[in-house]
């Protein structure tokens, strides 16, 4: 059986333990005005948490705060705080799409003054990333190769889950094409229909005025 591109690359991603995906934090610089934003695409029923934390390079001490809200793909408020330095947003998703998480400078602030741009780290982790492992190992007291061999399921289970998610988005895609293909085949044969008609109406026309003028 051949496999597709698009599922090919995913496993890959997969398999490798997301190493062509960040696995760390990424570093935002906020501007004094507007808001930098930042996406994932994800499934539904996946635990998503996210840390952040805004710092100044150039101070010591009290530092810039700022605004945060994370949404949905239907645009519903999940996350939102204002005036702060750091923090975490924790939720399980409702439904498969694009969700945003939008920071901003906050600029209603008595112990510092936004005259330029601030820093944050965002540590956006999903699935099994998540899990707190050592609370794990403590609750059903298991350790050594036997924790590794949990950690191994999950992830397995992680890489089914989104082969499957794969699987499907490629059929969707693939009857997306199919449609689009006969559509566009279908405008072509009445573009050339309207044409063939547009040119002997033409021709009967040009005829007809020949015939009246007595040229032919």
């Known amino acids: 059986m051949t496999m597709s591109p ?13 190493s062509l995906l960040p696995a760390e934090a990424i570093w935002l610089t906020i501007p004094s005005s507007g808001e930098r934003c930042v996406y994932e695409m994800i499934q539904a029923n996946v635990v998503v948490v996210g840390d952040y934390l805004c710092i100044d390079q150039d101070n010591v001490g009290f530092g810039p705060t700022i ?16 005036n702060e330095t750091h923090g975490q947003f924790a939720f399980t998703t409702s439904e ?25 780290s965002l540590d956006w982790k999903m699935g099994i990333r998540t899990k707190d492992w050592d ?11 036997e924790l590794e061999l949990r950690k191994s399921e999950e992830r397995v289970n992680e890489i089914s889950a989104n082969i499957i998610y794969l699987r499907v988005r ?47």
């Open 96 to 120: 498969t799409g694009t969700y945003f998480a939008c920071l901003s400078s906050h600029h209603d602030q008595s112990h510092y003054t936004v005259n330029g741009t601030a820093i944050v």
């Open 6 to 18: 698009l599922l090919f690359i995913g496993l890959i991603c997969l398999a490798g333990g997301g």
């Open 170 to 216: 490629e059929a969707y895609m693939r009857e997306v094409n199919d449609k689009t293909n006969k559509r566009v085949a279908q405008l072509s044969f009445m573009s050339l229909g309207l044409s063939i008609t547009v040119s002997l109406f033409q021709v009967w026309h040009l005829k007809r005025f020949f015939l009246k003028k007595k040229l032919i």
């Open 67 to 82: 605004d945060i809200h994370v949404t949905s793909p239907n645009g519903k408020e999940l996350y939102k705080k204002t």
């Open 135 to 145: 609370a794990v190992a403590k609750k059903q007291k298991i350790e050594g190769v």
